[in-house]
């Protein structure tokens, strides 16, 4: 084999390792340490939960339902926020006491208004419109 064969099969092989790399970078599994206690709710009829489904002073988190936390910081007041913290874009991870909480770095929001309560984050979670119909709840 030449020299300039040789050199084409050893750089299509490292192409092809540079490549299967990165793809493997970009995968959607969330074993990267962003964790969250999620549900994937009624995302196909466009229903997320139930007023039920929703503790008052608490939550649920929905990643299949357009990523996305929901929230009852008083009884019969409902809430959503981005369920994608703005410090790194972890999932948050649970939502307890009033707070929506991220595990990765610590971060803490309010689970009334996605307001820090606690950093690293600087950054509060984007709200989200609610439809409630009946006892159904869904992103509007």
Same mark, same amino acid.
């Not at 990523?67 to 409902?78: D, F, I, L, M, R």
């Not at 419109?129 to 009946?134: A, E, F, N, P």
């Given at each position: 084999m030449s020299d300039t064969t040789r050199r084409a099969v050893l750089a299509g092989a490292a192409g092809i390792t540079a490549v299967t790399a990165l793809a493997a970078c970009g995968d @959607?599994? @969330?074993d990267s340490g962003k964790t969250g206690d999620s549900s994937t709710g009624g995302a196909a009829s466009g229903v997320l939960a139930t007023k039920a489904d929703i503790p008052v002073g608490g939550g649920k988190i929905f990643k299949d339902g357009g990523? !996305? !936390? !929901?929230? =009852?910081?008083?009884?019969? =007041?409902?809430k959503a926020f981005s369920s994608i913290c703005t410090h790194q874009s972890c999932v948050v991870s649970d939502v307890s006491a009033g707070a929506i909480n991220c595990r990765c770095h610590g971060s803490v929001f309010s689970a009334a208004d996605g307001s820090v309560k606690n950093g690293p984050a600087t950054k509060g979670l984007a709200e989200k419109?609610?439809?409630? @119909?009946?006892d159904n709840i869904s992103l509007a």
């Open positions: @959607d599994s @969330d990523g !996305v !936390v !929901v929230t =009852q910081p008083e009884a019969g =007041q409902y419109t609610l439809k409630i @119909d009946g």
